[in-house]
């Protein structure tokens, strides 16, 4: 939400201050970039590798834990092993975020009357509903890159020639041979995750820039 505020600083029109439908969807994605580059694809590989081992006696296990599963790719892999999936990271999280603050702030406006900046502050069932719509939003978007993203992070190196080369191979292998609703696979897990969680975010969200934006219309009506 940082990344996304800068960025919409940026691409906001320099006289009017307004910020057009083109630049939220970029700011969005531009936020959702950053986070899957710094933060997600290291931990989503680390996490994957993880549950791999998932029903293995314990003297199987290869990754004893989060820490040395970071280890163990790192050594067998190279640094690069831990960004394993990048690509499709980088288009769900782009596309995810794009389309939820997009969506977010069309239903504020939509079902409450509310726009950027105006100093009124959503009730929190209000941030609810509004949060939980627009999370719907990423989640129908970006289902095949999820799955692509959660099939690249799952190969390992050692074990041979790798099945996908890389995103687009990956969504043409897997639409060859497992169909069209392969892609769409842990849609409704996803739905059940996402939407309530963005929900509990925006609550929160909304009553701390509620707080700051009436603090700062009221000082600016007291010094103008």
């Not at 970029?26 to 936020?31: P, Q, T, V, W």
């Not at 702030?105 to 959503?122: C, I, R, S």
């Not at 790798?162 to 687009?168: H, I």
């Not at 701390?208 to 000082?219: A, D, K, N, P, S």
Request: proline share 5%.
């Amino acid at each position: 939400m940082g990344s996304n505020a800068v960025l919409q600083s940026a691409f906001k029109d320099p006289e009017s201050g307004k910020l057009s439908s083109q630049g939220r969807l970029l700011s969005g994605f531009g936020a959702g970039v950053l986070e899957a580059l710094v933060i997600v694809t290291p931990f989503e590989v680390v996490k994957i590798r993880l549950q791999q081992q998932k029903g293995l006696s314990p003297e199987l296990l290869k990754y004893k834990g989060p820490v040395h599963c970071a280890q163990m790719i790192i050594k067998e892999e190279g640094l690069r092993g831990l960004w394993a999936g990048a690509a499709p990271t980088v288009m769900r999280n782009g596309t995810n975020q794009a389309a939820m603050f997009t969506a977010k702030n069309a239903f504020d406006v939509l079902l409450w009357k509310k726009h950027e900046g105006d100093g009124k502050v959503l009730q929190p069932w209000q941030s609810m509903i509004s949060g939980f719509l627009a999370g719907t939003a990423g989640p129908i978007c970006t289902g095949p890159y999820d799955v692509v993203k959660t099939r690249l992070m799952a190969h390992n190196r050692i074990w041979g020639e790798l099945k996908y080369k890389g995103m687009v191979h990956a969504i043409r292998t897997i639409y060859s041979e497992e169909g069209l609703r392969a892609l769409r696979k842990g849609l409704l897990p996803r739905l059940m995750r996402i939407p309530p969680s963005q929900a509990i975010m925006w609550v929160v969200a909304n009553q701390i820039t509620g707080f700051y934006e009436r603090r700062y219309l009221q000082v600016q009506a007291a010094v103008f």
